[in-house]
């Protein structure tokens, strides 16, 4: 019998799921979809990482130029220029760090740091940043920062200094006309902290009620012409109101006689109990006798960066790429120190400092200085052999005293 035309033929019927399986069929497909949903936020950090990594070996640069800069003969209007550039470097330094230790711990808001900074030095650098602006604009600018402010304390400086940028950016932002203040004070101590305030404000567009019922919501901002003539996300005061909080003060804003609005920004911060070594006003480091240096640095911006702070201070130097080359090249020059690097192409610096050690007389014990952008990689660094250890951007006085450490501590163990 011939066989049926393709056409005729008739089709098995389709087997129907049951209900059960469909439904669990339907739960699996969408456990799929967030499965694929969560995987970008995590590609998203390692993107930021990488890139934070990245911008912060120019601006390791910028610090360090503009601290020789500092240390030459300029006029009180130059050297505030050099002190402007150096806030801002150190300010977008640190936020690169903040990405890259939240990349690695997992968690897109790391805990609030408790580190000893300078508060009137942060007040004063926010001030000349808002004064800055409003000079661009052809705005009026006042700055009152209280002489009862303490020095020391003990807080999260940079994601405080990044709530204090957003509101002094909006401030002259939002200003067309008239003028920006920043008020700093004390407040009364709570629980062995003291408060502080700061007070941002402006005579620019206002604000209704309404408007200020929805400033501090993510995504979100006063009102639509706003977003749109201004710019923005939306997710700065969402998140200046948050650091707030986690630092025990709060973020209120209040509408000015005439126009314009005021900001107040409350934080608790511990008093030191200590003094930072190194600050302004310590003794200045003991000169050393001009020295021949080997850097291990594959970076070449960072290399024009030691080569310059090197030579200003008196010492020879000369540069390889990878830890590797290190112990060979020290046996083979007479060499007074090493900086090392720790992150390096091929071994990292914790396993070149280990190789150097392991090198006989009098070259196993030559003074090495590790070098780090990461204050974290100090223990390791010391624990591999290191006699001092320098965080990234480095200073001229922070190297010719981790130099002194360094040969002092070479010279007792010979």
Not at 261 to 278: D, I, N, Q, S, Y
Request: glycine share 10%.
């Amino acid at each position: 019998m011939a066989p049926k035309p393709r056409s005729q033929r008739t089709k098995p019927p389709k087997k129907r799921l049951p209900k059960k399986r469909v439904r669990k069929a339907a739960a699996a497909k969408a456990r799929g979809k967030r499965v694929v949903a969560t995987a970008a936020p995590g590609m998203v950090e390692a993107a930021l990482a990488a890139f934070a990594h990245e911008v912060r070996t120019p601006l390791t640069g910028i610090l360090a130029i503009s601290n020789l800069l500092a240390t030459s003969e300029l006029d009180e209007r130059e050297r505030r220029w050099v002190d402007t550039i150096k806030a801002g470097a150190e300010h977008l330094a640190s936020l690169a760090t903040l990405f890259v230790d939240a990349a690695r711990s997992g968690s897109a808001s790391p805990g609030v740091r408790q580190d000893l900074f300078d508060l009137q030095a942060l007040a004063r650098s926010v001030g000349d940043a808002l004064a800055g602006r409003a000079a661009a604009k052809g705005l009026q600018c006042q700055v009152d920062i209280s002489d009862k402010l303490p020095t020391l304390v003990v807080g999260d400086p940079v994601r405080l200094r990044a709530a204090l940028e957003n509101l002094i950016d909006n401030a002259a932002k939002f200003t067309e006309q008239g003028g920006v203040a920043l008020t700093v004070k004390p407040m009364r101590s709570v629980k062995g902290k003291v408060g502080i305030s700061f007070a941002v404000s402006d005579s620019g567009i206002g604000l209704t009620l309404n408007e200020i019922k929805r400033l501090f919501r993510p995504f979100s901002q006063a009102n639509v012409s706003i977003a749109s003539r201004f710019g923005g996300a939306g997710l700065g005061l969402s998140s200046v109101k948050q650091l707030a909080r986690a630092m025990g003060g709060d973020i209120v804003v209040a509408q000015r006689p005439g126009g314009g609005a005021t900001f107040t920004l409350t934080v608790a911060l511990a008093r030191a109990k200590a003094a930072v070594p190194g600050a302004e006003g310590d003794a200045p480091p003991e000169p050393v006798q001009a020295l021949r240096v080997l850097s291990v640095e594959d970076n070449p911006f960072g290399r024009v960066v030691l080569n310059t702070i090197l030579t200003e201070l008196g010492h020879q130097a000369e540069f390889i790429g990878r830890g590797e080359a290190a112990g060979e090249r020290i046996a083979q020059g007479a060499f007074d120190a090493v900086l090392m690097d720790m992150v390096l192409p091929g071994i990292d610096g914790i396993e070149a400092i280990r190789r150097i050690r392991k090198l006989n007389p009098p070259f196993g014990r030559i003074a090495i200085i590790g070098v780090s952008g990461r204050g974290d990689d100090e223990a390791a660094s010391r624990e591999a052999g290191a006699d001092a250890f320098l965080v990234k951007p480095v200073s001229p006085r922070a190297l010719a005293t981790a130099l002194l450490e360094a040969t002092r501590r070479a010279a007792a163990a010979t």
